[in-house]
């Protein structure tokens, strides 16, 4: 009894200390301090040309769509475009440059931001990116800036962007604390993965199953950073090049230069917070459909089964508890287990760190970009 009562005080009195330092939630009737603002493609002249459709953005063509001075934090971005060119998701970029740099903290594929990344529009939720009926886009992420916040889009297309509409909702600040993590997101691509081997027809054959990774050699990079921050999340689109199910890969995280991975996951269903194959493996309580669920920090919103040509969409987020890093951090994940399958990835890192930030990968050039399966050999069905 003794051991109960010991532990509810321990246990009251761990709570207590926790709730003294937590930062507290302003209650919605609690007023603030800060002035709203907005960056809008409104028609300034008063007329109804809101998206801008007398001055359409054309090939080739960057343009600025918003610029501000802080410091402020931008808290939610809606954007929505007119534009029947075929994956314009993928040839369309969008860049975000804080307090002045000369390279941008966010570069991706307009569709990948939001976790469009195989040129299609879908609809889902999260808690910080949605996409709503029609081409509605969504985000949350808050991003502060101290001096100055820019965004832009270009053009990679063959035709002229009739229209782009946006809202980007943002607070200004008489002043943010010194030591804000700057938002980052950063897009990468493997069309497809490079796979050890194509003599394969199911994932679970001993000479695949047996093989061992512990270096994480040939891993998928999701993201590198240098510097003080904390990871938050990924967005994952992929297109299967062969069959039997993609996600035997675990996630392996590296912290501060180390060698050897921090934390290390059981496979790519589970660091998504999904099992058994999303409905496949042979244990499917749903019988032959195939689910799909988008819930606040996890989901599976795109479920194309496991043959070959299988289309999918993956995300986590960790706001419950980022993956800090006070020096460098590599996010990775396997491609099949130690690394034996070919299928396209495509992906976009989300974090926060202070500045600067290393300079990312050279952005693939926009026909490289666009998602088309690959003639890989191996095998082209599942086994469910």
Sequence with gaps: M?????????????????????????????????????????????????????NKIEPGETRTIGEVQGPGIFKHIWMTIASNEIDHLKKIVLRMYWDGEETPSVETPIGDFFGLGLGRYFLYDSKFLSVGSQRALNASFPMPFQKSAKVTITNDGERAIDAFYYNIDWEKHNSLPEDIGYFHAQYRQSQPTDGWTTDWKLNGEPEINNKTNTSGEGNYIIMEAEGKGHFIGVTHSLIQNQGDWWGEGDEMIYIDGAEEPQIHGTGAE??????????????????????????????????????RGAQWMVYRFHSESPVTFNKSIKMTIEHGHANHRSDNYYTVGYWYQVEPHIDFPELPLVEDRIPQLQNIEGPTRGKN
């Design 270 to 307: 589970d660091y998504y917070l999904g099992a058994w194959c999303y409905g496949g493996c042979g244990i499917n309580p749903f019988g032959n459909a195939k689910p799909t669920f988008d819930y606040s920090e996890y989901g599976n919103p795109l479920n194309g089964g496991d043959d």
């Design 2 to 54: 003794k051991i109960t009562v010991y532990s509810l005080i321990a246990f009251l009195f761990t709570s207590a200390i926790y709730a003294q330092n937590k930062p507290a939630e302003k209650a919605i009737y609690e007023l603030r301090n800060y002035t709203s603002e907005r960056i809008s493609s409104y028609d300034t002249l008063g007329a109804n040309d809101d998206g801008n459709w007398k």
